[in-house]
């Protein structure tokens, strides 16, 4: 076994004060690798450290911010292929998916280089006579950066590239059983030309390293991406702190692909199983709840089997795995639960479902089809987080529309069909953050916002140009030139 990695601390690479091995979910006898956990002293001294760091990162030009953000960007690309590698092995998603977030990572990285250099403020007319009214935007401060296991690049990429594009100062606290492409970024990052204490890692645990960041005076502004549950203790956190931080959350979905009558039936089964099953089901944009009108149910869900029946369940790094495993012994048991509790309901299980043994001692499930569900059930109400769908028969688009507005969540949403009428009539009524037209729920791209309604968000948008709503705060100066 190699060394255990560190974590990086005001410019150096720090043991921790504990260890935690990262297992490959295809292979549980392959240990990745061996991570330092912090505790909440070294936390502490994270958070003093960009706190340290601010005033000149804050005060840094553009250009240089660019420089930094530019170099991380070129490294993760032309690494890609390493990263993706190591991505896949630790999370389970294929080693295509792996590399494919990796390369998002980088274009990340690049955008928010760009963004450094087109920061700009306004200057306009005051009401008075005389003076001059201007508006800018300033860092806010150290942020804490809490991300969850299922994109462990790309999400931390598009929490950290703003908050250093912006003049703020980082602490990042990725998911404890995916440290492996944390700490690689970890590693590009502090190799950039950043002074020291402008970004930190902090491998740990939530309830330590997390309630530490969340709890904590001198951390202006909190980014979160996981669950519900977490996201409104981290809320509750921010709000209790003195002073309150400016908070962000990124939590779940049940997200609605709506299949009409009309849609092409190729069309809207790839995007049923790109959405469904690929990453193993495990995004928050996953398409859990497919709408299906009467006319083309059966079809669908005939061509729809066909197809799930084709994909190949198996180790991450093979060629020619369509499905990973799932992440972990606890999701892998949430899953098959909920596959219990769809039975119990009444829903039926038409295909998949099943425990997979292969090669190597991994988390394999098969995907899961459950058909005559209802949307009152919990398997169409809670989020499963695994490659389980179900098919809920809808008489019409009205009630198909109705349906997929009738929950908690809002992230995404989607409808196969070819007619304008409906497509833009669901584009304006759909109580979702992103809307897809015979596209899967899931796949956005890098250069606009990212970001849901109801349960599924919080504060503003992420990703894109609207990123500096959070890293930023605005600030109007008057002055009388006398
Ligand atoms: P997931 O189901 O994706 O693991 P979680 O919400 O449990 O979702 O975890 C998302 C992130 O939040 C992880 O980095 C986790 O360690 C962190 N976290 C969990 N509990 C807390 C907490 N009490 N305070 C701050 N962060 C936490």
Redesign the pocket.
């Known amino acids: 076994m190699n060394a255990v990695l560190k974590n990086y601390v005001a410019g150096e690479w720090a043991a921790g004060a504990g260890i935690s091995r990262n297992v490959n979910p295809s292979n549980t006898k392959d240990i990745i690798g061996e991570y330092a956990k912090a505790d909440s002293a070294q936390t502490l001294q994270a958070i003093a450290a960009a706190k340290a760091a601010f005033p000149k990162w804050s005060r840094s030009t553009p250009q240089e911010r660019f420089d930094a953000l530019n170099r991380i960007s070129t490294e993760i690309l032309s690494r890609k292929d390493e990263l993706g590698h190591l991505l896949a092995r630790e999370e389970g998603k294929t080693l295509a998916e792996g590399i494919g977030e990796v390369a998002r990572a980088g274009q990340i990285f690049a955008f928010f280089a760009g963004e450094a250099l087109r920061l700009t403020g306004e200057k306009g007319a005051s009401v008075r006579p005389g003076l001059d009214v201007e508006i800018t935007r300033e860092a806010v401060g150290v942020v804490g950066l ?5 994109f462990p690049i790309a999400i931390p990429a598009w929490k950290i590239a703003p908050a250093l594009c912006f003049g703020n100062t980082v602490v990042f ?4 059983i995916v440290p492996g492409s944390a700490h690689a970024l970890s590693e590009i990052i502090a190799r950039s030309g950043i002074a020291a204490g402008v970004f930190n890692l902090v491998m740990g ?3 330590v ?3 530490t ?2 709890e904590h005076p001198d951390v202006a502004a909190v980014s ?4 519900v ?3 409104r ?2 809320a509750q ?1 921010c709000v209790a702190s003195t002073p309150m931080k400016k908070f962000q959350l990124e939590m779940g979905g049940k997200n609605p692909l709506v299949v009409l009558d009309d849609a092409d039936v190729k069309v809207a089964v790839e995007a049923a199983v790109n959405g469904a099953f690929f990453s193993t089901g495990q995004r928050c944009t996953a398409s859990s709840r497919l709408i299906v009108t009467q006319g083309i149910h059966d079809r669908f869900v005939e061509a729809l089997t066909e197809r799930v029946k084709g994909l190949v369940v198996d180790d991450a790094l093979k060629t020619g795995t369509h499905m990973g495993p799932v992440v972990d012994q606890n999701q892998l048991d949430q899953d098959i639960s909920y596959i219990g509790i769809g039975k119990d309901e009444g829903a039926k299980l038409h295909w998949g479902g099943e425990r997979l043994n292969r090669e190597t001692p991994g988390f394999y499930l098969q995907p899961a089809i459950f058909t005559g569900a209802t949307n009152a059930m919990r398997i169409a109400r809670e989020e499963i ?1 695994g490659p389980v769908a179900s098919v809920i028969a809808a008489r019409d688009y009205d009630e198909a529309l109705a349906i997929s507005n009738d929950t908690e969540f809002g992230l995404a949403a989607g409808i196969c069909t070819a007619s304008l009428k409906y497509a833009s009539h669901f584009k304006r009524n759909s109580e979702a953050g992103m809307v897809m037209v015979n596209l899967p729920t899931a796949g956005v791209d890098y250069h606009v916002p990212f970001g849901g309604r109801k349960g599924s968000s919080y504060g503003a948008r992420e990703q894109g140009a609207y990123a500096r709503e959070f890293y930023t705060i605005v600030k109007t100066a008057y002055t009388y030139p006398g």
């Open positions: 809490i991300t969850p296991w299922n606290k990725p998911a404890e645990s939530g309830s390293v997390g309630q960041l969340i979160f991406t996981g669950s549950a977490t996201g203790r981290i956190a987080f």
